[in-house]
């Protein structure tokens, strides 16, 4: 009996070692290809202000939005009205948009990444760490195509697309990610049935039957109303916050 319950234990270990390695490959992979975008449109690029910055300057800007932005997560609140209350509603978005927007993509995805390390750090998880891993990857699908557009032209209407596309993106990627990863991933690191999952989305909305109409009804619209309420209020606060950060930086 003994040797069983080690042997879950064991097995429970590396279940979980095995998703926090394929959470590392896939910021890699998501931090290379940012990172070789961003290079690119400063090499071609007529914003040749913020892609001479200095290192110094960069690194101070993503600790400082890094910061912010795990301030905002302690906001975090449930939409039991939407979605079950593991999944949670939080801001922590606005900042790494507005430093994907001033610095490229690449250092969006820097401040995203440490935002979720800190609030490890801080608060631990409680989600066997698929939640604080769909936070950073689904708020990657949001700000990298955001960055992109308005860092490569940097105008009003850019601004207004970009957070479009971006709103778009979270909310396709971001569906499409729970099914197929997020959702089996959260069921048996957490240890919580997708049945019991499917059935907490059905006591919200009847047409939830199976994890296709779960995401449909209850991950979606989650996503869409997050990205555009972060896309409101960057595009009304980005401008001041921008002028400010070009006179200290």
Not at 110 to 120: G, Q, R, S, T
């Amino acid at each position: 009996m003994k040797q069983d319950h080690l042997s879950f234990i064991a097995k429970d270990i590396q279940e979980n070692l095995s998703f926090l390695l394929i959470a590392a490959v896939i910021f890699v992979a998501i931090y290379v290809v940012s990172y070789g975008v961003q290079i690119i449109i400063d090499r071609h690029s007529a914003n040749r202000r913020t892609a001479s910055s200095s290192v110094t300057h960069r690194i101070t800007a993503i600790g400082m939005f890094s910061a912010i932005s795990v301030i905002l997560m302690y906001f975090e609140f449930p939409l039991p009205f939407l979605a079950p209350g593991f999944y949670k509603l939080d801001f922590s978005e606005i900042p790494v948009l507005i430093c994907g927007f001033v610095f490229g993509p690449a250092a969006g995805v820097l401040v995203e990444l440490l935002k979720i390390i800190l609030h490890i750090l801080l608060k631990g998880t409680s989600t066997a760490f698929v939640g604080d891993f769909a936070n950073f990857a689904v708020g990657c699908s949001f700000v990298i195509p955001a960055a992109i557009i308005y860092y490569w032209k940097k105008t009003k209407k850019t601004a207004v697309i970009a957070c479009i596309i971006g709103i778009i993106a979270i909310t396709i990627f971001g569906t499409t990610f729970n099914a197929l990863y997020l959702l089996p991933q959260f069921s048996k690191l957490f240890g919580l049935p997708l049945d019991q999952i499917i059935a907490q989305g059905s006591s919200i909305f009847h047409g939830v039957t199976d994890l296709t109409s779960f995401v449909m009804f209850c991950v979606a619209p989650l996503n869409f109303l997050k990205g555009f309420l972060v896309s409101s209020a960057v595009l009304v606060i980005y401008k001041p916050i921008s002028r400010m950060l070009h006179q200290v930086l």
